[in-house]
């Protein structure tokens, strides 16, 4: 089965469904040597409507929305149905071999037609409790594809022999990470200033802006350089200060990472995983309105495994300072960093690209 493979991929919603799929699409290409065709389902109005043109993938919009408390939850079984359709006809029309779903709602009509057409279906889990999506489509899946290992405690027993634990997918430009010193020169970071990266998102996050607002003086007093990444729903209306760097948007985030000694951040699951190759010590503070809680549920894995302090959102303005002063000691880095590196899974979408290949029968 050497020949032209064709993937229905089902990731969209978030960056956080998206890009662990397009990792694994490259590795895919990769391995294959160009024998791989894509087509992903998305919706129009989403991040992948915009990404996945762009990387030169094959884009088919869906109609399908959340479960929403409204008059509106009354057309969902419609729209899932014509969904599921569409997506039959997206298998039938480009001869798919196999289907990969990342969660939330746009994976079901996918997964679903995978099933009725006996197609191999890959679910890819990037946070360590699986989402409703994931858990719905579970008994049609050939492998169930999990980046923690403990997200098997959180899947009925029956699907145990389905489960493989491989990390979640980066793409391989977030995972070349530069030497400190080359990091630090190029964003011109004096070499002997403990720093923190601070960001919450391309749109920002409010309480963490909020609690850096308040302390960053005294930050800065204690003699820390600090990058902080604002988002644009946030403007900066301080002083300069030569130990600070505020960006709304970075786009070399590598370089960021780098430089840092610590991070604060929220624990989305990619965020999560860059932060295990980075090696970096992070202070996690987890989006409370996230579906599910996973956000709180990865924070606790790093924090278990000594890799990270947590504070809860409605925490952070009174314990940021103290937190920050109690990680930054060179003993603490030294331990979380060690932490952080024994979690990490760099080569996460090669290997689960080589599963997929492996499951359905690519002579590697």
Known sequence: MNDKISILIAAGGTGGHLFPAIAVCEQLTEITNGKCEFHFVGTADKIES??????????????????????????????????????????????ISAVIATGAYLSFPPGYAASLHKLPLFLLESNVRPGKAIKS?????TKIITSFDESTNYFDKSFHNKIVALGNPIRKQFLEFPDQKDA??????????????????????????????????????????????????????????????VKEFIDNIADYYSAADLVVCRSGATTV???????????????????????????????????????????????????????????????????????????AARDVALEVLKTIGYEL
């Not at 088919?60 to 599921?84: D, E, R, V």
């Not at 409010?206 to 609690?211: C, P, V």
């Not at 302090?309 to 002063?325: M, P």
Request: charged residues 20%; contains cysteine.
């Open 273 to 347: 995983w860059e932060l295990t190759v980075a090696a970096k010590p992070a202070i996690l503070v987890p989006l409370p309105s996230a579906s599910n809680n996973e956000q709180l549920f990865n924070a606790e894995i790093l924090k278990k495994n000594g890799a990270a302090e947590i504070i809860l959102n409605d925490q952070i303005e009174t314990k940021l300072l103290e937190t920050i002063n109690y990680v930054l000691t060179d003993d603490t880095l030294l331990r979380m960093s060690s932490a952080a590196r024994k979690l990490a899974r760099p080569n």
């Open 184 to 245: 630090r020169n190029s964003l011109g970071i004096p070499l002997d200033k403990k720093t923190i990266f601070i960001f919450g998102g391309s749109l920002g996050a409010a309480s963490i802006n909020k609690a850096v607002e308040k302390h960053l003086d005294s930050i800065l007093e204690s003699g820390y350089f600090v990058l902080w990444q604002t988002g644009r729903n946030y403007k900066f209306n301080g002083a300069i200060h030569n130990n600070l760097i």
């Open 50 to 95: 915009r990404v996945v043109p762009s990387l030169g993938y094959n884009f088919h919009p869906i109609k399908i929305g959340g479960i929403k408390k409204s008059p509106a939850i009354l057309l969902l079984p419609f729209q899932i149905a014509s969904a599921i359709n569409k997506c039959r006809k997206i298998i039938l029309n480009n001869n």
């Open 137 to 141: 489509l579970c008994k049609y899946a």
